[in-house]
């Protein structure tokens, strides 16, 4: 039983640190990037909607993904907990979960907030090379990240749900940290 968000720039580990989180806690990832990309794969109207913005490294609509996130929170297999990676990304996301969660009765627990320097960020997207791992995208992807997604920190701050954890370093070391930050929750 694990509901929490993981919040941090691209590249500072949420993908690698939620597969850790799911085998530790048993409750499913959900991923914005990954149900985007897929729906771009599959080449749905969702999908065809969706690749520029990725392509160029900005923010899908908030409708678009609010109302992916609303059909995907109320399966079944989030009934028990759920680890959101790369949502919610702006304020009007971060409101929208707090609604959807009252409504479904299933307050968060906490939000992981992994703070990774940029040169270091750059370092690792530009090493793994997925097609928005080039330079100019991924300088997009911080310069979106820090102007709106950053500040939602300060909005779970307020809600008394913030951990944030150090970012760099090795993966299991890294894990470790969230485990601790996640102990009294
Ligand atoms: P998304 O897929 O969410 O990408 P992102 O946030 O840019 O994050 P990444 O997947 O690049 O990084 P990550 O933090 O998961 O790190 P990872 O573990 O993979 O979003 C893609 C796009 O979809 C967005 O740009 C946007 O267009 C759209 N989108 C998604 N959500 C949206 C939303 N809510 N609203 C609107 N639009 C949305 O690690 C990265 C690399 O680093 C890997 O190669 C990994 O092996 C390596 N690594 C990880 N940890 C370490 C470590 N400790 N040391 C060294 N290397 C490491």
């Known amino acids: 039983m694990l ?16 597969a850790k989180l799911v085998e530790r806690y048993g409750v499913p990832q959900v991923s914005t ?10 080449q749905t109207e969702l999908g065809q909607k969706a690749k520029a913005a990725m392509d160029a490294g900005e923010l899908v609509s908030d409708d678009i993904v609010v109302g992916m996130m609303r059909e995907r929170l109320t399966q079944a297999d989030t009934e028990n907990g759920f680890i959101l990676d790369g949502f919610p990304r702006t304020a ?11 409504e479904l009765d299933r307050p968060l627990q906490a939000v992981v907030h992994l703070q990774v320097d940029n040169e270091e960020i750059v370092g690792r997207l530009m090493a793994r090379g997925r ?4 330079e100019d995208t991924i300088r997009n992807r911080l310069s979106v990240f820090s102007e709106q997604t ?18 760099m370093g090795e993966v ?12 009294d929750v």
Do not use: M, W
């Open 3 to 18: 509901k929490i968000v993981l919040l941090g720039a691209p590249g500072s580990g949420k993908g690698t640190q939620s």
């Open 131 to 134: 097609s928005d791992d080039n």
């Open 92 to 102: 009007a996301q971060a409101e929208a979960l707090d609604e959807l969660l009252a």
């Open 33 to 42: 990037g990954d149900l985007l990309r897929n729906a771009v794969a599959e």
């Open 172 to 183: 299991d070391e890294i894990f470790a940290r969230i485990e601790a930050a996640l102990e």
């Open 150 to 167: 950053a500040p939602l920190a300060e909005h779970y701050r307020k809600q008394g749900l913030l951990k944030e954890v150090h970012g």
